[in-house]
């Protein structure tokens, strides 16, 4: 089998590892196989080279589809293939980097020797110079964190599940609080010592809906890992049945479920909000059609807040007013209070969201049971 028809049967298998924030799941063209548009949390969308070095793995991961109970053709690039198919795409300018994941061939060690390897022949023997997202193997050494480190943009581990518990539901070869969480303690220490490692910073990715854990559990493991460490973002993968899994005939998850847990991981990680300030209902988990900012706020007591003099952690809590429109009012108010609400919707503010949580010099915009 030639590079390309690998290529296209592993940057398939790459697509359960996430790098954008879109809420389904993507093959790529036929053609060209392995570029994938990553869309972030800004809208703004960068053509990346996503593939697996080998869909050979030793893990049981009952959700994956390269679990290794499960019977298909397996195969694998090396750092040579990939090094060449990926700046093929990169001089040609279809991709802006490289995004590049693994299944465990035969040992942690080794697997991630030639994850390291091939991005050393992209540094060193090509001299390229851009964005590189690098996946580390759970259970990876130390060392071969911090090698992978001074290579890559950005390098990240997937959490998986919210507790140790839920990991076990869905696979036996990986202990959660070593070889995960212990790891990603090592990359944010390694990246404190050394801010000029990992630059693009840390990321994590969780499975939603292939084990029983909620909404509530889901976030409250994700607060303490933001209090506890650097990590920029946080990615939730559906859970979709694959056939010829051990979960073959769960059910998928609504992709409601994913897009509701982003915009509460953002509450937590951008705009400083605790988990116990949202809101879930009877069985732990988020409203599927209700904006969580909204059922926040609502159940908040510090509303109307006035615009002109309440302080930026109150000012990011009111819906429709985001991080960069707060600083703005912040800025202008020192010279000139607001006095208009369409004042504030040339900041950016969503003026049909803020106005029953706001006054502008002592007068209410709208009453809070309008909504």
Not at 150 to 156: C, H, I, P, Q
Not at 305 to 319: F, G, K, Q, S, W
Request: proline share 4%; aromatic share 8%.
């Amino acid at each position: 089998m030639d590079s390309l028809k690998k290529t296209q049967v592993l940057s398939d298998s790459a697509q359960f590892d996430l790098c954008d924030y879109v809420n389904h799941q993507k093959s790529s063209q036929h053609n060209l196989p392995g570029i994938y548009p990553a869309t972030g949390s800004n809208g703004c969308t960068i053509p990346l080279f996503k593939t697996l070095m080998t869909n050979k793995c030793k893990n049981d991961c009952k959700y994956c589809i390269n679990q290794c109970q499960r019977d298909f053709t397996r195969i694998e690039l090396s750092p040579d293939e990939i090094a060449k198919v990926f700046l093929k795409y990169y001089t040609e300018g279809y991709v802006n980097g490289l995004f590049l994941s693994s299944g465990v061939s035969d040992t942690i060690d080794n697997t991630m020797d030639r994850l390291i390897e091939t991005c050393s022949i992209l540094r060193k023997r090509y001299g390229y110079q851009d964005y590189i997202h690098l996946k580390i193997i759970p259970g990876a050494s130390k060392d071969d964190i911090k090698r992978s480190m001074k290579l890559a943009d950005r390098v990240s581990i997937n959490i998986e599940a919210a507790s140790a518990d839920g990991l076990s539901q869905m696979s036996s070869t990986k202990d959660y609080n070593k070889d995960i969480l212990k790891r990603l303690s090592w990359i944010d220490s390694i990246r404190k010592r050394d801010r000029r490692l990992c630059p693009s910073g840390p990321t994590t990715q969780m499975i939603v809906g292939a084990n029983d854990e909620t909404d509530s559990e889901i976030l409250k493991r994700m607060e303490k890992i933001y209090k506890k460490t650097n990590l920029k973002r946080s990615y939730f993968s559906g859970f979709q049945p694959l056939e010829g899994t051990e979960f073959e005939n769960k059910t998928e998850c609504d992709l409601k479920r994913t897009g509701q847990l982003y915009h509460a991981d953002s509450l937590l990680n951008d705009y400083h909000f605790k988990t116990k300030e949202l809101i879930f209902d009877g069985n732990g988990n988020l409203s599927l059609n209700e904006d969580p900012k909204i059922l926040a706020a609502k159940n908040m007591n510090i509303f109307p807040l006035e615009v002109n003099n309440a302080n930026y952690h109150d000012l990011i809590r009111v819906p429709g007013i985001g991080i960069k429109s707060a600083r703005k009012i912040m800025d202008i108010r020192k010279n000139k209070p607001f006095e208009e609400i369409e004042d504030l919707k040339k900041l950016g503010v969503v003026t049909s969201r803020a106005e029953p949580y706001i006054k502008l010099k002592g007068n209410y915009q709208s009453a809070l049971d309008k909504y």
